[in-house]
């Protein structure tokens, strides 16, 4: 399976409000007790206009992706509003991909269609599980009828849809997920994110695990969801592109997040979006302040919400490039980072893990064989030393 074009420039817009927060979530999020946020909203558009007037950017936008915490408590108005100044300030190349996050409570026909109409053309619908016992463990607001209903309302609006679903829950059996998998599938979308649970230590999940009142899956097991994962995606004309995520085809893969694990140039707006690009000709880590308040107020009296800026030596750079790169399927093209950086891999080290059966090569391609894809952070140190 082909990839879209590498690199790209993506623009990132978190919106950090949620109506209730789930006990796994470790995302920069706060409780919205108010609605609104008119506030916050203007921030946003100030922030884009502030990161273009610094940056070197490389051209027009081809990707606009709206995540959180819980965007699709946005009005479609606002969304417009930031999809207008978007291509005020940079430009959109054709046929470029706005995403937004969506959660499935209250996604009805009018909602969908306003979102539609606002320019989003894909929609990325958090359903986690098609099971109610399963929902309520995660502390989700919807069951697993809206969230069908959700789906059939996106579907019906022409966009791209994709669903994210958790697996690898504490309790879970195999056969228990390979029901929950088959579920997922018989949706019929072109688009999955499968996702193992983590327990984050700051969530309510992390705290119970803490105190001794949940207990995490079992290593083993987890690794055989993983596969049943690969195996049954793979069958069904929906292989993994990424670690976690699987398209039916190229074109359905997510062409924002293609930017973030080919090591393209992204900025990131909202209280604690991170990008990457260059300033005055070198490649930067950015991070907007991370409270929704001072997010705004940066915005306010500096021009911009980024209050991080670290620029990446060539070291940061390989590492990033490896970390990301190897996630993808297809790999990582080994020349291209050698011209970009200087950078060779150590050839002992990698006969080493190709033998293992962690890593395969194929010209200037290394990729991560499936039985590594847990293990990428420890492969790539391994190169790395
Ligand atoms: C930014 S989050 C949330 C999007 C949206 N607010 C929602 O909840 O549907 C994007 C996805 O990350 C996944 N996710 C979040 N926390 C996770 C965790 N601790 N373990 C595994 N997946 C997680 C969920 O599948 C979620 O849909
Ligand atoms: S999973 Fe989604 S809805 Fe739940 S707290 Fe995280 S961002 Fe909010």
Redesign the pocket.
């Known amino acids: 399976m082909g990839l879209a074009s590498p690199g790209g420039f993506g623009l990132y817009v978190h919106w950090p409000y ?1 109506t209730r927060l ?1 006990p ?4 920069n999020i706060y409780r919205d007790r108010q609605g609104g946020h008119d506030d916050l909203l203007a921030a946003i558009l100030a922030d884009i206009k502030g990161h273009k007037e610094r940056l070197d950017v490389p051209g027009p936008l081809h990707s606009l992706s709206f ?4 965007p699709s408590l946005l009005r479609p108005a606002q969304i417009a509003a930031v999809i207008e100044t978007a291509d005020q300030v940079f430009g959109f190349v054709p046929e470029a991909e706005i995403s937004l ?1 969506a ?1 499935p409570d209250r996604l009805d026909m009018d909602r969908c269609a306003g979102f539609a109409g606002a320019g989003i053309n894909r929609l990325s619908i ?1 359903v ?1 599980s098609l099971d109610d016992q399963e929902l309520k463990f995660l502390g989700r607001d919807h069951d697993a009828e809206e969230a069908r209903r959700a789906l059939e309302a996106a579907a019906k609006t022409g966009m791209r849809v994709s669903a ?1 679903f ?1 697996y690898d829950l504490p309790d879970q059996s195999v056969s228990s997920w390979s029901k929950g998998l088959d579920d997922a599938l018989a949706l019929g979308l072109q688009h999955y ?1 499968f ?4 327990i ?1 230590p700051g969530t309510a999940f992390g705290l119970q695990v803490k105190k001794g009142r949940l207990r995490p899956a079992p290593e083993e097991r987890s690794a055989d969801l993983y596969i049943l994962t690969q195996e049954r995606t793979a069958k069904a004309g929906l292989p993994a592109y990424e670690v976690s995520n699987h398209a039916s085809k190229p074109e359905e893969q997510a062409r924002h997040n293609l930017i973030y694990w080919q090591s393209g140039d992204w900025i990131g707006v909202g209280p604690g979006a991170h990008g990457r690009a260059s300033l005055k000709g070198q490649r930067h880590a950015l991070e907007a302040a991370l409270r929704p308040e001072a997010y705004t107020r940066a915005v306010q009296e500096t021009g911009w919400g980024v209050v991080e800026a670290t620029a990446l030596d060539t070291q940061d750079i390989i590492m990033e490039t490896l970390s990301m790169g190897l996630r993808l399927r297809e790999g990582l093209d080994i020349m291209a980072l050698q011209t970009k950086t200087g950078f060779t891999l150590p050839a002992e080290k990698l006969h080493e893990l190709i033998e293992e059966g962690y890593l395969a090569k194929d010209g200037a391609t290394i990729r991560v064989r499936t039985k590594g894809w847990a293990l990428i952070d420890r492969l790539v140190l391994e190169l790395l030393t």
């Open positions: 949620c789930c796994y979530c470790d995302f995540g959180g915490g819980t996050e959660n958090g986690q994210d958790i994110s996702y193992a649970l983590t984050e």
